[in-house]
């Protein structure tokens, strides 16, 4: 891929980023803590599903997407068991709502239970936009579902609802964009003999990642339930404004690359031609590179102006000592999952996989159950960034044999000396309001951008002063 094409899916990704960090605002504000954190144990709920369930079908989507004989009948086959599933949960998430058996606030199961099937549907089509390398029907995908969150949050907080209908709305933004960008996915076929002939490929396949998302769960979700047993629920709702604010910029952006890059090194891969594979897994890193010390450091040092214009001085209390430890947990975060863990997806090395992050779930875990009570919601914070550098570790232990973690010496220099230029604005020029903080961020991101045209990183000005082909 082209260094155009990946400019295109991180531009893209940013315009997306910045509508979802105005959804965020919108949200946050208009809930409060409390009923922010009743939200955040919705989505909690909603991500049971979606992670757990659908997730590993939706990988296999990305992984065999490439063997013509089995595109249609797969997914024929993917696309039904997801909406059969997401079906009748909330056919169950609805019965347990009207006998008084659900232990979130009224109508939030219920809802969660919609979220998981709209965003199930929505990854469904992503993926099979992102195999089909029809890579603006993606982006306009993305960038529809997000202009929808703000369009829908806001009528329903001006109407009065709560948490439930908000997750409500975030449903309808899914499902209408998933319709609306990649709904040729979603009717296309019906399963016939074919499909089920593919069960046993489906089950060897999705059943034992199906662990590895379980345990990727509690990695990404189990700081939530401790927070939930440890403090109150408006600490829960003040810790999660400032991870999902961390989410929806940092983790938006490194999985837009990810998967940009990811169906070309499958296909590589799947031809057996490792030469390719490791040109462009390397590539990969040394182009991920220069998109994730920008982002992290601006983030870093830009997020303590963002968060009291975004969230208001009810979020702010606690969110000095936690600002920090979130931004680096989300960074390590990613360069696991989108750069040390694709060897491991590559080779099928799913046992492997799984160990990886049941180490990091487990000592993030225990780390934070040890600190909360002694540092608070920072503690979680702490917990998460210490047990995903241990999963890097292991990551690369597991990885061992398949791809070379790798980046051309002449890759470094350039990015490293660029983000220093870039943070000189960031710490020197105080922002004042929403202007100074736009005329900041836009200054810094403009010396990064000068300087990598200036230092022709991988070639970029030379194809800048071609027409950028």
Known sequence: MSLRTSAAYVAVRVAAGALAMASLALIVRGLGPERYGQLTLGLAASAVVTLILFYPLNAMLARFYGDVALRAPLLALLRSG???IGVGLIGL??????LGLSPLSRGVLLAAAVMALAQGLFDFTGQWLAAAQASWRYSLQFLGKAFLTVLLAWLVLRSGGGAALVLLAMA???LLAAVGSGGGALWRGLPGRQSLDLLPTVA???GPLMLTSLLAYLLLWGDRYLLQQLVPLAELGRYSAISDLA????GLIFSGLSTAWYPRMVLAWGREDRIEAQRLYSRYAALGLAVALPVGVGFALLVPDVV???YGSAFTQRSPELMPLITAAAVVAAIKAYYCDL?????RRVWRHSASIAGAAAASLLIAWWMIPRLG???AALGLLLGQGLGIVLSLWAGRGVLRHHVPASLLGSPLLAVGVMALPLVLWPAGGWFGLVCKALMGGLLYVLVMLLLDFDGARRRLLNGFA
Do not use: N, S
């Open 82 to 84: 997801l909406l059969g």
């Open 93 to 98: 998430a609805g019965l347990a709502e009207l």
């Open 172 to 174: 309808g933004a899914f």
């Open 204 to 206: 060897g396949f999705a």
């Open 247 to 250: 989410q929806q910029t940092l």
């Open 308 to 310: 009291p214009l975004m």
């Open 343 to 347: 060897p491991l997806l590559l080779a």
């Open 377 to 379: 919601i920072a503690g």
